[in-house]
């Protein structure tokens, strides 16, 4: 059974980083293409960042050129570089994973339990 665990949420000032890691167990890593997607409270999830299996990358506007998506096929890892966070950048982030490339939340088959961030001022 696919598993995926975050690590690596918290709290941060404004215009700190944080880097997220996504641990993937019981599916074949090179498979899969993984993203990171977010919720803040009262909104709807939204997509922030996707790696192929090749590499590729792409990112919300929002997060464009503050974040940056990595993966480590040795470890089975997926991190998420978070920089210059905004007030807006607090929610609750999943790391999501599927064998289609995609940028649509609703598409991702496998969901970790997510892990808060949380930005202050």
């Known amino acids: 059974q696919p598993q995926l665990v975050e690590s690596g949420g918290g709290l941060v000032q404004a215009g700190g980083s944080l880097r997220l890691s996504c641990a993937a167990s019981?599916?074949?890593?090179?498979?899969?293409?993984f993203g990171w997607l977010r919720q803040a409270p009262g909104k709807e999830r939204e997509f922030v960042s996707v790696?192929?299996?090749?590499?590729?990358?792409m990112y919300a506007d929002s997060v464009k050129g503050r974040f940056t998506i990595s993966r480590d096929g040795a470890k089975n890892m997926v991190y998420l570089q978070m920089s210059s966070l905004k007030l807006e950048d607090t929610a609750i982030y999943y790391c999501?994973?599927?064998?289609?490339?995609?940028?649509?939340?609703?598409?991702?088959?496998?969901w970790g339990q997510g892990t808060q961030v949380t930005v202050s001022s």
């Open positions: 999501a994973a599927d064998t289609r490339f995609t940028m649509d939340h609703q598409r991702f088959r496998y």
């Open positions: 019981g599916l074949t890593f090179t498979s899969y293409n």
């Open positions: 790696i192929s299996r090749y590499g590729t990358t």
